[in-house]
């Protein structure tokens, strides 16, 4: 197939085709402008305007928009009562920021490993790891396919726990025909350019308890009895802080982006699982390297589309596959350092390898590669051509 870009051959691309980017439309820019134009650039009525339609689209009772997705995090651990001394279970394989968040409000997070297969947090570890100072357990939708929330549920009920899912990587997914949003007590949503949905900067949390998503508005608010737009309604200038709340409001100018671009989520869907179908059937004759497998009964959102190398047949490790790919102008990408393996972790948990042995040795063989709604068929066609040329020079 030719010399490696990596040794002075011709990329398969010209240009860099990155891993994830947003979509913008002509209806996205005018939903914008007419905000921009309005007297209401934030806790204005498109705040409660865009959370109907996300609550709507995810079938749950109540949505609250935060500024980002490690903030909707925050707030929804906050809202379930967490606070300093409790335990909360986490899978290693995510972003830091589902970790963080518990230790934000001085609990501890508690890593538990995950299913080899998928790398979702795996039910039976996260029920070992129960204490009687456990209090929540977040699930972590990774790539984008949700996790086994029939058996999650199951050991929260038994135990008491609140069940969390970080869904950032999976809105517009499913499982047993609901959908990702209604599975979980608290999900969380991250609106990052590379997410499924972007407003730039941008959270949700979703929940069925008006209670919490009462608790989670406040929050979001400095814990204050009143936000801007009830005061300026009822011409007073009274609000007491009842507790230690934080600014993370999502402006008018993002929920009116976030609103129009939740009506494309199904079509972008469908999309990057068309793409992920045109790279199972590629690479399901290939020695190289294995897909994630996906489990039944769910839609996956493919936020990533995540493959293992098999290093047995290659005669390259992951770093070298990964310089070799993105000299070919493939932006493909690394998901994720396990958490319980960064030095914040380490040296405030005393986490160290061995913990977590799954998800350390699928750490040296995952790659995520290219995935987005607006990619055409030509640039699929190009990632397929060039992991055929590296995987078969690399090839033992
Ligand atoms: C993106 C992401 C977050 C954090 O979202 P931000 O909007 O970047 O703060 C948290 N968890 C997971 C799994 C994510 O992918």
């Known amino acids: 197939m030719g010399t490696l870009a990596l040794h002075g051959g011709t990329p398969v691309r010209p240009t860099l085709l990155p891993y994830a ?38 079938q749950a009772k109540e949505a609250v928009a935060v500024s980002n997705g490690t903030a909707a995090l925050h707030v929804a651990l906050y809202g379930a009562g967490i606070t300093a001394g409790d335990e909360v279970i986490v899978p ?13 409000l001085g609990a501890r997070p508690v890593f538990a490993d995950c299913d080899p297969s998928t790398l979702l947090l795996s039910p039976a570890e996260a029920e070992k790891k129960i204490t009687k100072k456990t209090k929540a357990i977040i699930a972590v939708d ?20 609140i069940l969390a899912a970080d869904a950032c990587h999976a809105l517009g997914g499913f499982s047993e025909g609901k959908p990702v949003g209604s599975l979980a007590d608290l999900s969380t949503f991250s609106f990052h350019p590379v997410k499924p949905l972007a407003t730039g ?5 979703t929940t069925n308890d ?40 999502l402006t008018d100018i993002q929920c009116a982006l976030g609103q129009s671009q939740l009506k494309r989520v199904p079509t972008w869907t469908k999309r990057r699982q068309a793409i992920a179908r045109m790279y199972d059937q590629a690479f399901a004759t290939m020695e190289g ?49 396990p958490v319980h393996l960064h030095p914040y972790y380490r040296k405030t948990f005393g986490t160290s390898e061995g913990l977590c042995p799954v998800a350390e040795q699928a750490f040296e063989r995952i790659i995520s590669l290219p995935i987005f709604a607006a990619m055409t068929d030509q640039d699929t066609d190009d990632v397929i051509e060039a992991v055929k040329k590296v995987l078969s020079h690399y090839a033992k």
């Open 92 to 104: 290693p394989m995510t972003f830091a920021a589902t970790a963080n968040a518990a230790a934000f």
């Open 21 to 58: 980017r947003q979509s913008v439309s002509e209806e996205d820019i005018a939903a914008v402008n007419a905000v921009l134009r309005s007297g209401w650039w934030t806790t204005g009525p498109k705040v409660a305007e865009f959370e109907q339609a996300f609550a709507a689209a995810t």
């Open 289 to 337: 390297l294995a897909p994630l497998h996906v489990r039944e009964q769910v839609e996956h959102a493919y936020h990533l589309y995540v493959v293992q190398l098999n290093l047995e047949r290659l005669t390259a490790n992951r770093n070298e596959i990964f310089q070799a790919l993105r000299a070919e102008n493939i932006g493909v990408n690394v998901h994720y350092i």
């Open 201 to 205: 900067e941008g959270g949700m949390v």
């Open 210 to 249: 008006a209670r919490i998503a009462e608790r989670m508005r406040r929050f979001r608010n400095h814990c204050m009895t009143t936000d801007h737009r009830e005061r300026q309604e009822k011409g007073s200038w009274f609000y007491e802080v009842t507790d230690l709340g934080y600014n993370y409001r």
């Open 142 to 161: 990774y790539a984008g396919q949700p996790c086994d929330y029939a058996a999650l549920r199951a050991i929260a009920q038994k135990h008491n726990l």
